[in-house]
């Protein structure tokens, strides 16, 4: 377990230099990359109730009052830690592509971005049946990126539905690749009880790869998502099929993912009741470590992304919209990820 210690010093690190304005202090963005961000952005609600899903603690008059004036402090978060990700050294641009979790619909994902500075973002949405009606939503911007396909697959469960799984595929450079994105069932109550239903949402992932895969075992391919278990827990580690070890990745001829959580001392991208836990992870296929075509760029392919302000006075966890039902105001429950590509 990576220590508190470990995490004082990173956060020592976080405070101006993610949102320096002095141009010498940023790069100028490396056209033969891309970066996605994956973020599950906690509750994207608009304030307008829908008598199809069960939203209605998110308006004025419901039980967290959420009124106009706090969904702009939400997007206007959202859009600063974009702003924070272009002034970074290591990026230089915004995210080519983003991936959030938790949105409600496609007309406040769209305002969202709209309130990201120089974004030029088209969205990709589709409407899960999850009862919440809390969706995936995707955008990318067509300067660097070219949609070709995207697909839901269901995750069957008795009882309440979950989240589909997008299946999305691009080309960037002239090199086609493919996003898995993934929101799977959470632990609440207990996480034993409810691990089936991630283990049911990890065989439809797995199972999306593995066709992907039979048609082209060099194909490119990125799995990303909230999945509510981390690396080591079962539904990702063997029903996805995934190692923490890239050299037993890159050697795979079965299909074995990495997981990029291998390149991070970061201790997570969630706390709950003082413990971290990586359950936001994005993996790749075996396409993505060898040389031709598209691949990682190295050194940090892959990080936790985050500043100071994003985290409570204490330090101790991101700071989240709401805590249960009081309102605090602050950017999310979970840090984003992102990862960089070099499409040379």
């Known amino acids: 377990m990576i220590t508190k210690k470990i995490l004082a010093a990173f956060l020592l690190l976080l405070p101006a230099m993610s949102l320096a304005e002095d141009g010498n202090k940023t790069v100028e963005a490396d056209r033969n990359a891309i970066t996605m961000l994956w973020w599950n952005v906690e509750n994207l609600f608009d304030t307008i109730d829908d008598p199809t899903v069960s939203d209605e603690d998110f308006t004025p008059g419901g039980r967290l ?41 496609r007309r406040v994902f769209e305002a969202s971005l709209n309130k990201i500075t120089g974004g030029r973002y088209h969205a990709l949405y589709h409407d899960s049946p999850d009862m919440r009606g809390i969706d995936i939503a995707l955008a990318y911007d067509p300067r660097t990126i070219v949609p070709l396909t995207m697909k839901p697959y269901r995750v069957k469960l008795e009882g309440r539905p979950t989240r589909d799984i997008l299946v999305a595929s691009f080309s960037a450079g002239g090199h086609p690749f493919t996003l898995i994105l993934n929101h799977w069932p959470s632990r609440a109550f207990d996480a034993s009880w409810t691990e089936k239903k991630r283990i049911a949402a990890a065989r439809v992932a797995r199972a999306a ?79 993505l470590l060898e040389s031709d075509g598209l691949r990682l760029i190295e050194p940090r392919a892959f990080s936790c992304f985050a500043f100071r302000p994003m985290f409570t006075k204490s330090g101790k966890r991101p700071w989240r919209t709401y805590e249960g039902s009081t309102y605090s105001g602050g950017y999310s429950d979970h840090l984003p990820l992102l990862l960089r590509l070099e499409t040379r």
């Not at 509510?228 to 063997?238: K, Q």
């Not at 190692?243 to 993912?257: H, P």
Request: proline letters at 6%; a neutral charge.
């Open 209 to 287: 790869v593995d066709s992907l895969l039979q048609i082209d075992p060099g194909t490119d391919i990125i799995v990303m998502g909230d999945f509510n278990d981390g690396p080591e827990d079962p539904s990702v580690r063997t029903v996805l099929r995934s190692t923490l070890n890239r050299k037993r990745a890159l050697e795979s001829r079965d299909g074995i993912l990495y997981n990029c959580w291998d390149e991070s001392l970061w201790p997570g991208s969630y706390a709950y009741r003082g413990r971290w836990s990586r359950i936001d992870q994005i993996l790749v296929s075996r396409g």
């Open 65 to 105: 009052h959420w009124t106009p004036k706090k969904l702009l402090l939400k997007q206007t978060r959202i859009a600063y830690v974009m702003k924070a990700v272009k002034a970074h050294p290591d990026y230089g641009a915004l995210p080519d592509i983003l991936a959030f979790a938790e949105v409600e619909n």
